[in-house]
């Protein structure tokens, strides 16, 4: 039970780094380089989608750590798993202002505070990439050391 469980973790966990990663190193480097008007166009869809995505994962994670947790008596699961949420606190402070602005009905591209929310949310995204990794190689040596 707990192999499957410990693969299903690594699995999920895996796929929301992956995401995170595809958004940093592909997604914002397409947004930088098409029109500001189709790179909006393209960024409410994509939040969307990866906003709802990256929330369920991140609770499977939490769920899947927690039997962990319980049939291994290893509470290190749910402790890295409780680290994986302070990615909430971070988006809210920081990206949410961007995210929302971009997000609005009223936005224009052509205003230098849409040019600069583009350009600057790449790196707010990068400090949650990094993190979601950090979560999946802790992920990792817990599978492989404990």
């Not at 500001?36 to 906003?51: D, L, Q, S, Y």
């Not at 402070?93 to 790449?122: C, E, H, Y």
Request: aromatic share 12%; net charge neutral; hydrophobic share 50%.
């Amino acid at each position: 039970m707990t192999d499957i469980l410990n693969f299903a973790l690594v699995l999920v966990m895996g796929t929301q780094f992956g995401i995170a990663l595809a958004s940093s190193i592909i997604v914002h480097p397409i947004l930088a380089k098409i029109s500001r008007t189709a790179a909006i166009e393209v960024f409410k869809p994509f939040f969307h989608k990866t906003h709802n995505s990256m929330i369920t994962m991140s609770i499977i994670v939490t769920v899947l750590a927690l039997g962990l947790s319980c049939f291994t008596s290893n509470w290190w699961w749910i402790g890295v798993a409780l680290l994986m949420h302070l990615n909430g606190p971070y988006t809210l402070k920081f990206m949410m202002p961007t995210n929302n602005r971009l997000m609005a009905d009223d936005v224009d591209p052509d205003s230098q505070q849409t040019i600069s929310d583009l350009k600057n949310w790449g790196g707010l995204h990068a400090v949650r990439t990094v993190w979601n990794g950090g979560i999946f190689m802790a992920f990792l040596v817990l599978t492989f050391y404990s």
